[in-house]
């Protein structure tokens, strides 16, 4: 089955605990991105990568990082965590960087405390 | 920037037609639709592209006026399924952030029997 696998679905961490939000897909997209989504400012975007080893900042890429090393693998860093990136995360990935439709995984729900 | 969508919430009975309008005051390159239910990942619906021609999928439809920047989204004879957050996305022509996708704020839409 085609899709974006998030993990993990839920994380209550601690302020500055560093922690790691994976994201993979097996559709053999190009293109992949890490969203935010907050009660009333709809969905945000992170980071995005429009291939291997290319990534760029979205519009509120502060305070997390990411990777991309492999075609499928997207994950999104956050290093030192603190109560406001508390937030809905969602992965997706799409087959080129213009003109085509995403495929979101599952979301992780992040509690910074 | 972030698209303008509106209404910002409607109620329908099902049956009942509804439109949602998204606009950008940037030159686009196209706009996507998606549907987020409650606890769950947005789906992609449909894209327009630049120079592309009205989109449909099954009672729902959607058009693209580039000279205005706007899009519409139409649901005709609304079914209880319906229900959810709709959101519009959209990719700018050129310039910086011309490969990110930018999200409106959504729509909620309410159908009740």
């Known amino acids: 089955e085609a899709q974006v696998t998030q993990n993990p679905r839920y994380l209550i961490t601690v302020t500055g605990k560093k922690l790691t939000v994976t994201c993979s897909q097996n559709?053999?997209?190009?293109?992949m991105s890490w969203y935010r989504q907050d009660p009333g400012l709809g969905l945000r975007q992170i980071y995005y990568?429009?291939?291997?080893?290319?990534?760029d900042k979205g519009d509120v890429p502060e305070g997390y990082k990411v990777s991309r090393k492999e075609k499928r693998n997207f994950p999104l860093i956050l290093e030192s965590p603190s109560p406001n990136q508390t937030s809905l995360y969602f992965c997706?990935?799409?087959?080129?960087?213009?003109?085509?439709?995403?495929?979101f995984g599952s979301g992780t729900r992040l509690t910074v405390v | 920037q972030q698209p303008v969508q509106s209404p910002q919430a409607v109620i329908l009975r099902e049956g009942e037609d509804a439109v949602i309008n998204c606009s950008s005051s940037?030159?686009?390159?196209?706009v996507h639709w998606y549907r987020q239910k409650h606890g769950e990942a947005p789906v992609f619906l449909m894209i327009?592209?630049?120079?592309?021609e009205q989109k449909g999928h099954d009672k729902i439809s959607a058009s693209f006026n580039e000279k205005k920047q706007q899009s519409s989204l139409y649901l005709t004879a609304s079914q209880l399924s319906y229900s959810g957050t709709y959101f519009c996305?959209?990719?700018?022509?050129?310039?910086?952030?011309?490969?990110?996708?930018?999200f409106g704020k959504g729509t909620k839409l309410s159908v009740i029997p």
């Open positions: 997706a990935s799409s087959l080129g960087p213009r003109g085509y439709g995403y495929t």
């Open positions: 559709m053999n997209h190009e293109y």
């Open positions: 990568s429009m291939n291997v080893e290319v990534t």
């Open positions: 940037k030159a686009l390159y196209s």
């Open positions: 327009l592209l630049k120079g592309g």
């Open positions: 996305g959209t990719e700018k022509v050129s310039g910086a952030g011309s490969y990110q996708l930018t």
